[in-house]
């Protein structure tokens, strides 16, 4: 049999924009923030570490990371973004979203500055060292992925959530323009401050000691802003929903959410019975493995993953190595005709221009469309567009590479970008903070030639996309079904 909602969620959803949800997208949205910096920043160095540790005596060319070493440096804080999803999303629906979620920031906070002095007295050392933090580094952000989503998701009302969902996440192009910006000041300082000539010209002068500094500064500079909104992550009150429904205290969901909203909520003492009852009785007290959730969710925990899964190959590939695309097509000069910190300068405003005009627009007009249009248009676009510019960028590609048309590349794959924000990067991290129950929500939300392969990826999430039911304008328990039985769920 159905259960009616608690008024304290009924209230929730139907509560008009205010105040405290601004609070909640900026409290959350600065973990994002923070996220992004952290996991994009080592790209905006990765060929100063190269310069640094594994350049050759009397070499042509400036050292680089060898393909093993860039591939850890680059990949090892997504291998630890996967484990912390899977980690902390349990956890966040065994103890409490509130009682996580400042851990996860203190993780991110001590990683990133452990990163920034790594030691060592050889190249590998070195390396190890960054490795082993920038993992943890991850591990620590894969925590804030769940959490961060399924908090703005049970704060927010029904209609304007994915608007709110969306700005936390949006969020996260801040972060890489806040990165690049630091490499730019960082490196623009001490190019002016070291005057070094270009490696062609003179390979020791080109390379001064004080460049040890930069990477190791703008490793460390995105913890400033996390650490400054610990103090308010901790003030924010449990969500109503993990109080109410898996706490099973609906009274004090009542009182929290009453101080929020500054409103008075009373619960019908009926109706906590009932729902007492119906949590007693054990009718949703399935797990994430049983038939039932197999039943109603299965298809679209199937779909959220994979979309998800095949999206990051794509954006996550992009954007660590965009430097190497940037060269490869002659927007950046060859590293041997430039010093290791004017090298760095260069990569950083070429980030920056693609996060201004690809990046950070798309990420908005998710926030402005998610609501209108629906998340699962939004996403079966952005798949099929970035499909489109990708195959147009790699069908041609020796076209764009020659002299003359370089900008034209950078146009087409700044497009990509776009679309992968307003597109599936936004919808496959609010999809799965809607549509799964309370209990479970938290730990769902944490499961999930080099052109023509991301083409590739991104037909097949397109695809994959088919399989994710739209969950626009509904409540999370009329998309979760947890207020129904069986029968009436099929």
Not at 2 to 21: E, I, M, P, R, S
Not at 40 to 64: A, D, W
Not at 91 to 104: A, M, N, P, Q
Request: include cysteine; hydrophobic fraction near 50%.
């Amino acid at each position: 049999m159905a259960g009616g909602q608690l008024k304290v969620l009924t209230t929730l959803d139907q509560a008009k924009t205010q105040w405290y949800h601004f609070m909640a997208i900026v409290i959350a949205g600065m973990g994002f923030f923070t996220d992004a910096y952290d996991l994009f920043c080592i790209s905006l160095v990765s060929k100063l570490l190269g310069r640094l540790y594994y350049t050759e005596p009397n070499s042509p060319n400036p050292g680089s990371l060898p393909p093993n070493v860039s591939a850890a440096v680059n990949g090892v804080a997504l291998c630890g973004t996967l484990a912390g999803q899977l980690f902390f999303g349990w956890l966040g629906d065994k103890l409490g979203r509130k009682s996580v979620y400042g851990f996860t920031l203190i993780l991110m906070v001590v990683c990133s500055v452990a990163s920034g002095l790594s030691f060592g007295h050889t190249a590998k050392g070195v390396v190890t060292t960054l490795c082993f933090f920038r993992f943890w580094l991850g591990f620590g952000i894969g925590g804030d992925y769940p959490l961060s989503a399924t908090i703005m998701s049970e704060y927010a009302n029904k209609r304007t959530r994915g608007a709110f969902i969306a700005a936390v996440f949006a969020m996260q192009g801040f972060g890489i323009l806040f990165g690049a910006i630091v490499a730019l000041v960082v490196s623009g300082g001490f190019r002016n401050s070291y005057p070094a000539p270009s490696y062609e010209q003179n390979a020791a002068a080109s390379l001064v000691p004080e460049a040890d500094f930069v990477w190791r500064i703008i490793l460390m500079f995105g913890t400033i802003p996390a650490a400054l909104t610990y103090y308010w992550r901790m003030k924010m009150p449990e969500t109503a929903r993990y109080t109410a429904l898996i706490a099973r205290n609906a009274k004090q969901a009542a009182a929290d959410m009453s101080k929020v909203l500054n409103t008075e909520i009373v619960e019908d003492k009926d109706q906590v019975e009932l729902a007492s009852a119906s949590a007693s009785a054990g009718s949703n007290e399935w797990g994430l493995f049983s038939p039932q959730f197999l039943r109603r969710h299965g298809l679209h925990l199937l779909g959220t993953t994979s979309t998800w899964f095949l999206l990051d190959i794509a954006f996550y590939s992009q954007n660590l190595f965009q430097k190497d695309i940037f060269s490869k097509v002659g927007w950046i000069p060859p590293p041997k005709t430039m010093n290791a910190i004017e090298e760095v300068f260069r990569i950083a405003r070429a980030q920056a221009l693609i996060a201004l005009c690809g990046t950070i627009p798309g990420y908005w007009f998710t926030v402005f469309f998610i609501d209108i249009v629906g998340r699962f248009a939004v996403q079966l676009m952005g798949f099929f567009m970035m499909t489109v510019f990708m195959l147009g960028l790699a069908v041609p590609y020796h076209h764009w590479t020659t002299a003359g048309h370089h900008t034209g590349f950078v146009v087409m794959y700044g497009f990509t970008f776009f679309f992968a924000n307003f597109g599936p990067n936004s919808t496959t991290f609010i999809v799965p903070a809607e549509i799964f129950p309370a209990r479970l929500r938290s730990t769902c939300h944490g499961i999930r030639n080099a052109l023509f392969v991301l083409a590739g990826t991104n037909f097949l999430g397109m695809i994959m996309t088919l399989l994710v039911p739209e969950s626009k304008g509904l409540s999370l328990e009329e998309i979760s079904k947890e207020t129904v039985d069986d029968e009436e769920a099929a």
